[in-house]
Nanobody, 117 residues
Framework: VQLVQSGGGLVQPGGSLRLSCAAS????????MSWYRQAPGKERELVAY????????DYADSVKGRFTISRDNAKNTVYLQMNSLNADDTAVYYC???????????WGQGTQVTVSS
C-alpha cells in the first residue's frame, strides 16, 4: 500500500490550494479515504472524509464550506480542494486510507501547507 501526496506549499490568506493523494497497492474503490492535518503543538485532527464512490462526505466544522474532498477512482486519487485559506489552516496535511476491520492504518507522507502573507 502506498499513498503519495502532492500539492501544498505557501499561500496567502484567502488563497486556494489543492492537495492530491495517489494510491497504489490496493483496490482504491473499496476504501473510504480521509484527510487529516496536524498543526505545530497540536494533535492530528480529521479534516474530511469521503466514502468509496464519493456518495458521502463529511468535514470538520472548521473547514465546512471552504474545503472540498473528492476522488477519482479511475485515477486512484483523492483530492482536497482548499479555498479561503487562513492562518489557522497552516499544518501538515496527511491522507489516510480508512481501514477495514483488523486492517492497519496507511498514511501519506504528509505535505506542508503554510498560509501567510
Amino acid at each position: 500500500v502506498q499513498l503519495v501526496q502532492s500539492g501544498g506549499g505557501l499561500v496567502q490568506p484567502g488563497g486556494s490550494l489543492r492537495l492530491s493523494c495517489a494510491a497504489s497497492g490496493f483496490t482504491f474503490s473499496r476504501y473510504g479515504m480521509s484527510w487529516y492535518r496536524q498543526a505545530p503543538g497540536k494533535e492530528r485532527e480529521l479534516v474530511a472524509y469521503i466514502s468509496t464512490f464519493g456518495g458521502a462526505t463529511d468535514y470538520a466544522d472548521s473547514v465546512k464550506g471552504r474545503f472540498t474532498i473528492s476522488r477519482d477512482n479511475a485515477k486512484n486519487t483523492v483530492y482536497l480542494q482548499m479555498n479561503s485559506l487562513n492562518a489557522d489552516d497552516t499544518a501538515v496535511y496527511y491522507c489516510k486510507r480508512v481501514p477495514g476491520r483488523r486492517e492497519a492504518d496507511y498514511w501519506g507522507q504528509g505535505t506542508q501547507v503554510t498560509v501567510s502573507s
